[in-house]
């Protein structure tokens, strides 16, 4: 277990170094010119200019820009300074994770007590009308873009609720801290957590299902069964839990992908996290915003792809870590 986390610390500094490089070749790749004249604005001189090429490093060849780049983000936890508000990309990062960290957890809680144990009881009753039903309920939340079942619960739960039946049970978005207010924060992420939560439940439902129908096929269940163990603990302790792997696999991809930023729900809902952070500093070419968020994200889903291969061995006796 030892040397397989390892290797995969190892293979995470690897693709991090890799996925910065490019990611820095794509922004600060051009011209040092144009650049550091995004910098100072439009209407700078060229002594300006180039007082802003030195003072960025510009002046140094590519390779130490990165390096210089790397090593002060990772030893000094310095991402470089926003272009437009002068502070810190690392406070910004700092002001949006708790948002989009809010939204993420609430949403994967929710979305894997609503798609794993309908995926269950999916696969242990096929081609019944239980069966039926959760193919209709992940088929249409599947076909369902998020941005559109966002704005479709903001109209009938928000405003149709506000302005006719005069109930103010839902708020329109925002973010309230968890620190400032326990109750208002859970109020204010209920909308955006089920908007986020019913589309992945439904992938969630479609993969416990065939993953659970080819695990209860396998030899191995049916000796459990011919041995005569209970049906809960052939189906939950033998079942289930091998079944779980391609669950295990999805989770760590969305997680970590989300966390990096889910543009669509936080730009619906007006939450002001590390997606609409990404975005807005796109649209006013805020680069070095826009590649701290961007390796962020990555840092995210390569630590989470690591994390689930170590939980496999946990979870399919099959698997061995070798």
């Given amino acids: 277990m030892f040397s397989f986390v390892v290797r995969r610390v190892i293979y995470l500094v690897i693709v991090l170094l890799i996925l910065s490089f490019l990611t820095y070749l794509l922004f600060f790749g051009g011209n040092p010119g144009n650049i550091a004249a995004q910098v100072v604005g439009r209407n700078a001189t060229a002594a300006q200019i180039a007082n802003t090429r030195i003072r960025l490093g510009l002046n140094h060849s590519l390779l130490y820009q990165w390096w210089h780049y790397v090593t002060q983000a990772v030893f000094h936890g310095n991402l470089g300074t926003d272009f437009q508000n002068q502070e810190p990309v690392i406070t910004e990062i700092k002001q949006a994770l708790p948002v989009t960290a809010s939204l993420t957890i609430g949403g994967a809680i929710l979305w894997m007590l609503l798609g794993i144990p309908i995926g269950i009881q999916s696969a242990t009753k096929p081609r019944s009308i239980r069966d039926r039903l959760s193919t209709i309920f992940a088929l249409t939340f599947l076909s369902i873009p998020s941005f559109v079942l966002g704005l479709v619960m903001l109209y009938f739960l928000f405003f149709d609720l ?43 439902t479609r993969l416990m299902r065939a993953s659970l129908l080819d695990v209860l096929g396998e030899d191995y269940i049916r000796t459990a069964r011919a041995k005569g163990l209970p049906r809960r603990t052939v189906l939950f302790k033998h079942g ?74 946990v979870l399919d006796p099959r698997v061995r870590l070798s």
């Fill in 240 to 313: 289930v839990r091998a079944a779980l792997s391609p669950i295990v696999t999805q989770f760590g991809l969305d997680i970590g992908t989300l966390l990096g930023g889910a543009v669509i729900t936080e730009q619906v809902f007006s939450l002001q996290g590390i997606g609409k952070l990404s975005l807005t500093s796109l649209f006013s070419k805020n680069l070095p915003v826009v590649s701290g968020t961007i390796l962020l994200g990555a840092a995210f889903i390569v630590i989470f792809n690591a994390i689930v291969d170590v939980l496999y061995a």
């Fill in 162 to 204: 506000t302005d006719h039946a005069h109930l103010h049970w839902f708020p329109s978005g925002t973010y309230v801290p968890i620190t400032q207010n326990v109750g208002q924060w859970f109020v204010h992420m209920i909308l955006p957590w089920i908007s986020i939560a019913l589309v992945s439940a439904a992938v969630y």
